[in-house]
């Protein structure tokens, strides 16, 4: 099984975009395709399929965007990513997008044929929710890489001798033969070979190639990696004699899962704070971009909520300007964090944020509370999630509520069990929820659920400290929530062909925005 890392999986990647599901893993994927041909690319030919996801959203919500910066080698943080397509011109790539079938089974899938005067390959891969990935096939053999190794290609006409040679240095790694139209042997490691070993490869008769491709996420995965628990049940077990609290569980889990030291994860997490904190802060300024529906309403908000003239709810209105501020951040093209996506980025961080802030606690205890959402993800992330054009938006904003949840009854000193309800309440409130969203662009109705989210995440921390029944356990609501996201229809699944997505006003609103993006094209 490939365990989920709290920082590769749940928290993060650290990114602008409106999506972290098509700008952020789009990136992903165009980096390996970066690697796989040296940098240096002259045409490149994307493949979507008319029934998944991306047909339909590939440009509005970020794909091409993030795909682009990719191909450049940029990092999903780059502020140059709004302007990829200009830098791509730049840069002499020719880029054709041709909507066809392609047999694909994953909704989110990109076919990518990739070439310069030397050489042709071809990646398939699908982005699986939060901006996480994985390679599904290269040059029309089968593979299974997300990015969290590195991996190096050994194209050979001779697969048998390159394969002897690499078990023969005894580098412990993963080495796998691909006999196909182009045969290599893939090679997963923790570093890319020494030289010398290089070297020697390129001297094995039959070898034409050697390719090596970076890790594109931030926490590297072992061969044979151990975690102490990956579902509640063994969390509990694992727990029985050692009473450990649930943000110390979370640093063991994460510490164990990456092979780091606990004082590099709480590290880990108190950047991941930081960056929240500024997107917060950013927000309550003010924000602006053009290509976006909503400008920049929390401002006004902090304003009336200052000057007394809300509806009292000290806590509940400063949760609700958080989530407000880190969502506009996000829509005009500010550094956030997917957590877990970047269509929920408000409702977790905004809820835990703004209780621990109206609360009076300190970073170090806003830190333990995003380790326990984070590992209430993990969960989330090894048994059902996060894409919304797999689940709907009870994958996102719910599973952004659940984690909230668990995180806020820590900041109001409850217990493990009682994080462990409130999650529990919240992702049951959440099941069902579709994502539809309007104009085509991750704005609205995202705003207002990602608002509900976070309050459905407090409401449910309060019951659970109050000790109500949840009455079904999280292990089973997280596998409910996947078999629910099965059922829901695929125009209710981020393809902008149901719901509020193809309402008249959505569709004025839409082809508004195209109209000015057109204008200002030209």
């Known amino acids: 099984m490939n365990y989920p890392s709290i920082f590769n999986d749940v928290v993060g990647p650290v990114m602008r975009g409106p999506s972290s599901s098509h700008c952020a893993a789009s990136l992903r994927i165009g980096r390996i395709c970066h690697d796989l041909m040296d940098g240096r690319i002259s045409e490149i030919e994307i493949d979507f399929d008319p029934n998944g996801s991306l047909a339909t959203t590939h440009k509005e919500q970020g794909s091409d965007m993030g795909l682009f910066g990719g191909f450049l080698g940029w990092e999903a943080y780059d502020e140059r990513l709004v302007d990829s397509e200009m830098h791509i011109g730049a840069a002499g790539i020719q880029i054709k997008i041709n909507i066809k079938d392609i047999q694909a089974e994953h909704p989110n899938t990109y076919q990518i044929t990739l070439k310069n005067p030397w050489e042709t390959h071809q990646v398939i891969a699908i982005s699986t929710g939060g901006g996480m990935i994985e390679v599904i096939e290269i040059d029309g053999a089968k593979v299974s890489l997300a990015g969290d190794t590195f991996v190096t290609l050994i194209y050979s006409t001779d697969l048998q001798k390159v394969g002897h040679y690499l078990e023969q240095t005894e580098l412990g790694n993963e080495i796998e033969i691909h006999a196909k ?263 609205a109705p995202c705003l207002n659920r990602n608002v509900m989210a976070a309050s459905n995440a407090l409401s449910c921390a309060n019951m659970a400290l109050a000790d109500y029944d949840h009455l079904i356990p999280l292990d089973q609501v997280i596998e409910t929530m996947y078999e629910v996201g099965k059922s829901i229809p695929n125009t209710l699944r981020c393809t902008n062909l149901g719901g509020l997505s193809i309402t008249k006003a959505a569709k004025e609103i839409e082809a508004r925005l195209t109209q000015k993006h057109f204008y200002k094209s030209c």
Request: aromatic content about 4%.
């Open 181 to 443: 139209d182009k045969t290599f042997v893939s090679l997963k490691s923790q570093a890319f070979l020494d030289q010398a070993i290089l070297e020697e490869l390129k001297e094995i008769q039959g070898v034409t190639q050697i390719k090596q491709i970076k890790p594109v996420l931030p926490v590297l995965t072992r061969k044979n990696t151990v975690v102490p628990f990956i579902t509640c049940d063994e969390l509990f077990a694992y727990n029985e004699d050692k009473n450990l609290s649930l943000w110390e569980l979370a640093v063991r889990y994460e510490s164990m899962r990456g092979d780091i030291s606990e004082e590099e994860v709480l590290s880990k997490m108190n950047d991941i704070r930081i960056i929240l904190k500024n997107a917060v802060e950013t927000g309550l300024k003010g924000t602006k971009f053009e290509d976006r529906i909503l400008g920049p309403q929390s401002v006004k908000f902090k304003s009336m909520m200052e000057e007394k003239k809300l509806v009292v709810g000290d806590v509940l209105n400063r949760v609700i300007m958080y989530v407000s501020a880190i969502m506009e951040v996000k829509s005009s093209m500010g550094v956030i964090v997917a957590a877990p996506t970047a269509g929920s980025c408000g409702a977790m961080s905004g809820a835990v944020l703004g209780v621990s802030d109206s609360l009076g606690l300190s970073d170090e205890e806003t830190v333990k509370a995003l380790m326990i959402a984070g590992l209430i993800g993990v969960f989330i992330a090894a048994h059902s999630t996060f894409a919304a054009e797999v689940g709907g938006c009870q994958a996102e904003c719910g599973s952004g509520a659940t984690m909230a949840a668990a995180a806020i009854v820590h900041l109001a000193g409850g217990n493990l069990n009682q994080s462990i309800s409130a999650a529990s309440m919240a992702l049951q409130s959440s099941l069902g929820m579709i994502c539809d969203p309007i104009g085509n662009r991750v704005e």
